[in-house]
């Protein structure tokens, strides 16, 4: 029985994201890898050093929203 004042239980949450979506992940990574094994030769290593910062702050942009979308599908 609950009382009124007594203090909530936290609930636990786990975030379990779907084998697409890690795989999407896994395969935005690799796609990555590979324009940065193109343009390492061709590039000069200031152009190189901006597109690799580039595909690493979308590649967390997408892991960020992934994240987001597993806990509000989980929330349901």
């Known amino acids: 029985m609950i ?3 007594e203090p909530r239980r936290p609930k636990r949450r786990i975030l379990i994201m779907s084998a ?5 992940l896994g395969v ?10 193109v343009f390492r030769e061709t590039l000069q290593p200031q152009d190189v050093t901006y597109l690799r910062l580039l595909m690493i702050s ?6 960020i929203l992934e994240t987001m979308m597993a806990y509000l ?3 349901e």
């Open 73 to 75: 599908r989980e929330k």
């Open 20 to 24: 697409l979506d890690a795989i999407m």
């Open 58 to 63: 979308s590649w967390i942009v997408v892991f």
């Open 3 to 5: 009382t009124l004042f």
């Open 28 to 37: 935005l990574g690799i796609a990555f890898l590979l324009l940065d094994l």
